[in-house]
Nanobody
Framework: QVQLVESGGGLVQSGGSLRLSCTTS????????VGWFRQSPGKEREFVAV???????DYADSVKGRFTISRDIAKNTVYLQMNSLKADDTAVYYC?????????????????WGQGTQVTVSS
């Protein structure tokens, strides 16, 4: 079993920044790939970013250049730094883990999920 806890969400004005954290515990989570997804009302859950256990990264086109994913292995924590936020970024953000890098953008590929943290960007 792997447990994930997200934090850092909140209300921010358009153009502002937030940093989300995802702390993992349980199995050897340093060997997992950790992804961030988001979901807003009436929409499918969508891929945002992912970092491999070797610190390779990948991003959705919609957040490239604005969001940065990083991890602190010693703290079992993955961060999502979100800059230049837009109203369209408003969603519940979830972190999740997977062993498989090849299908990293597919939510069905992820084995364990956190409870989510709300991000609201006011325009």
């Amino acid at each position: 079993q792997v447990q994930l806890v997200e934090s850092g969400g909140g209300l921010v004005q358009s153009g502002g920044s937030l940093r989300l954290s995802c702390t993992t515990s349980g199995r050897t989570t340093s060997l997992y790939n950790v992804g961030w997804f988001r979901q807003s009302p009436g929409k499918e859950r969508e891929f945002v970013a992912v970092i491999s256990w070797r610190s390779n990264t990948d991003y959705a086109d919609s957040v490239k250049g604005r969001f940065t994913i990083s991890r602190d292995i010693a703290k079992n924590t993955v961060y999502l730094q979100m800059n230049s936020l837009k109203a369209d970024d408003t969603a519940v953000y979830y972190c999740a883990v997977t062993r498989t890098w090849a299908t990293r953008t597919l939510s069905s590929n992820y084995d364990y999920w956190g409870q989510g943290t709300q991000v609201t960007v006011s325009s």
